[in-house]
């Protein structure tokens, strides 16, 4: 990953995300090394957010004083559930009290930003069970909180495990249920429902991920790592072994990439913005596209006010409470605007 990062282009970059994965199974030696030749490299700023994701294992979370010595502010914790049953369908090793000590021991570093994700639509929950988990996360009283929808991918042994019982898995109609009760807690709790599957305390918003909603450009680095610069799209390789070939090689590492076209960038952007609280600024687009939003997409963004899904005025368009849990299908209207005309 090294020969990567020195060979990339030394754009000014602004945040630091180590991820996804399990980033703690490296030495925490490596991963210091690794911040200082990536701020160095790209003109990381002293102050900048640089976040890392941790398995919350007790045996993998004994280097927070190193990470705070590398300059790492923020750190995210896999914990999904904190119900032992649905821990166990995850397949997760941990605990629900590995995950408050390895808080404490975060807290006793000297990190205060924190965050952790949970999972709904896990076969088995409930809502009762979904409470649980929210009791816990609250109880830590984290600055923010992640928590997505479970989705299978095709190919792996979630999907084989739902063609084969279909019935252990949740409907649009209580996955929709879940969600619902995840924003009225985390609401309540004095939380801002500042993207469809985040939620933060005023002022910690992970900076990072906002980024990609916003439509800016970023660079990834390591395998089956995406970037996305100039309009277009990269994913590097996910096979193991030609990558680690090319690297030791100093060869690039093989790419797919796709270059957007106008249309589908602005789509892309609509999607993305769609996903924030704010929605889309129609000045912003305007600006950035140089084109009026509200009025290429009247017909669109009809239909779904109708319907109730959406909002707009003059100021924009954004996801109504009902049109939060439909979310995918309202944005599919943007990527492909002439199917819902």
Request: charged share 20%.
């Amino acid at each position: 990953m090294r020969s990567e990062i020195t060979a990339a282009p030394a754009l000014p970059a602004t945040t630091l995300f180590l991820g996804g994965g399990t980033p703690n199974l490296y030495p925490a030696d490596d991963l210091v090394g690794l911040v200082t030749l990536v701020r160095e490299h790209f003109a990381l700023p002293n102050d900048a957010e640089i976040s890392i994701e941790c398995n919350p294992d007790l045996a993998l979370c004994e280097s927070f004083a190193s990470y705070v010595e590398a300059g790492i502010t923020r750190v995210s914790f896999g914990v999904q559930s904190f119900v032992p049953h649905e821990l166990k369908t995850l397949g997760r090793r941990h605990r629900s009290e590995d995950v408050v000590e390895v808080v404490r021991r975060a807290r006793a570093a000297g990190l205060q930003a924190l965050s952790l994700d949970l999972i709904f639509g896990t076969p088995g929950q409930t809502l009762a069970s979904l409470d649980v988990s929210l009791d816990a996360a609250l109880a830590l009283d984290l600055p923010h909180l992640s928590v997505y929808g479970l989705t299978v991918e095709e190919g792996t042994p979630y999907a084989t495990w739902r063609s084969r019982m279909p019935q252990l898995f949740d409907d649009d109609v209580k996955d929709a249920a879940l969600y619902e009760r995840v924003i009225e807690r985390l609401s309540a709790a004095g939380y801002e429902h500042y993207e469809l599957s985040n939620f933060a305390r005023p002022g910690s918003r992970s900076e990072h991920n906002t980024q990609y909603w916003n439509n800016d450009e970023y660079m990834g680095f390591g395998l089956g790592a995406a970037s996305y610069q100039s309009g277009t799209r990269s994913v590097r390789t996910r096979d193991y072994q030609s990558y680690v070939a090319a690297v030791e090689a100093g060869r690039p590492v093989a790419c797919e990439s796709e270059h957007l076209t106008p249309a589908a960038r602005l789509g892309e952007a609509i999607m993305l913005a769609l996903r924030r609280r704010e929605g889309v600024d129609a000045a912003e687009f305007a600006r950035r596209y140089q084109v009026d939003v509200c009025e290429q997409y009247a017909a669109v963004l009809q239909q779904w006010q109708e319907l109730g899904l959406l909002e707009w005025d003059t100021q924009g368009f954004r996801l109504s409470a009902a049109g939060r849990p439909l979310a995918n299908e309202v944005c599919a209207a943007f990527l492909a605007p002439a199917e819902y005309a």
